[in-house]
Nanobody
Framework: QVQLVESGGGLVQAGASLKLSCAAS????????MGWFRQAPGKGREFVAA???????AYADAVKGRFTISRDSAKNTVYLQMNSLKPEDTAVYYC???????????????WGQGTQVTVSS
């Protein structure tokens, strides 16, 4: 049974940093794209960042230059380092993974339960 478990969310002030983690279990995702999405209150889920099967990274314009995605294949874990946080970054952050190695563009078949990030002004 595949599971993605996020952690690291919390309440911080604007300008602070947080690092989210997503630990995968049940199978390895070293050759699959993994990504982060977020959903703010009253809004739809939006793409934040992705680390592709060949380790290329992609970011939403809103977070480019502030967020960094990374992964540790040995730990089957993907991270999201978030710097210079803004109140508009407040959302539930979800980790997702493609089940098919090397698929492009990726499709996200597995999702975590989400972790809350709240940024106060």
């Amino acid at each position: 049974q595949v599971q993605l478990v996020e952690s690291g969310g919390g309440l911080v002030q604007a300008g602070a940093s947080l690092k989210l983690s997503c630990a995968a279990s049940g199978r390895t995702f070293s050759s699959c794209t993994m990504g982060w999405f977020r959903q703010a209150p009253g809004k739809g889920r939006e793409f934040v960042a992705a680390s592709s099967w060949n380790r290329d990274s992609a970011y939403a314009d809103a977070v480019k230059g502030r967020f960094t995605i990374s992964r540790d294949s040995a730990k089957n874990t993907v991270y999201l380092q978030m710097n210079s946080l803004k109140p508009e970054d407040t959302a539930v952050y979800y980790c997702a993974a493609d089940r098919i190695p090397g698929r492009a563009p990726p499709r996200y078949d597995y999702w975590g339960q989400g972790t809350q990030v709240t940024v106060s002004s």
